[in-house]
């Protein structure tokens, strides 16, 4: 054994070098670890610190459920409500004009003030030549006043008396400041409303255009005139 041990003392000395290098290697923690686990894990004394795991969130509690999800949309605005309390108020003539008439007949006269006298059966009936075309009507006002509606009673007393005189189909209206409107009326007897813009005036002249043609006579004739204004 002696012999044995001396004739191979060189290689006692690599294996006590070896277990010697191989005890210095299990002191190695990596190497100790992964002999005694599993080769491809990572021993925890390399796993990242605790303090750098994040820690948890907590959730967003949620909305109660009377409170919406987003903002309610305002309520449409609406726009308060504008009474008119403006009334429309008559105003009267102080005089009246014409630029012809019809001469008095055995029953009525038809100047033209009968026009203005609030009673549709007595009416002003032009007296010139033809069909009536370019005579005039017109009301004269002691101060100036503001006209924004005029009332029209066409023609004639009513019925087959009606048809038998020319009534009006086109007429000028013409102010004191020279602002005129042509308005066109219907062949009826009942009070026709023509609105205007407001208009300061002294004078208010109807001016026939154009007319109906009657069944027996020539003469144009209106029943009523009158104006209005808002206060």
Do not use: C
Not at 164 to 179: C, I, M, P, Q, W
Request: aromatic share 8%.
């Amino acid at each position: 054994m002696r012999r044995w041990i001396e004739s191979n003392v060189h290689i006692l000395a690599l294996v006590v070098a070896l277990v010697g290098a191989g005890a210095t290697l299990l002191t190695v923690p990596e190497v100790r670890w992964r002999l005694l686990h599993d080769l491809k894990a990572k021993p925890e004394y390399l796993q990242p610190p605790i303090s750098d795991v994040p820690t948890s969130v907590s959730p967003q509690p949620a909305p109660p459920p009377d409170v919406p999800s987003k903002p309610a949309a305002a309520p449409p605005q609406v726009p308060p409500v504008v009474t008119n309390t403006a009334t429309w108020t008559e105003v009267r003539p102080s005089d009246v004009l014409a630029s012809s008439v019809l001469p008095t007949s055995r029953v009525t006269s038809y100047g033209p003030e009968m026009a203005f006298d609030g009673r549709q059966a007595t009416v002003w009936v032009e007296g010139a030549d033809g069909d009536g075309s370019g005579e005039w009507l017109a009301a004269e006002f002691p101060y100036a006043v503001v006209i924004e509606k005029i009332g029209i009673v066409n023609g004639y007393g009513r019925e087959s008396r009606y048809l038998e005189n020319e009534r009006v189909r086109d007429a000028l209206v013409t102010f004191s400041d020279g602002t005129q409107h042509e308005i066109h009326l219907a062949d009826s007897n009942e009070i026709q409303y023509f609105a205007l813009p407001p208009t300061r005036t002294t004078t208010v002249r109807l001016t026939i255009l154009s007319v109906y043609p009657g069944t027996r006579w020539t003469d144009a004739a209106v029943g009523e005139i009158r104006f209005w204004t808002r206060q």
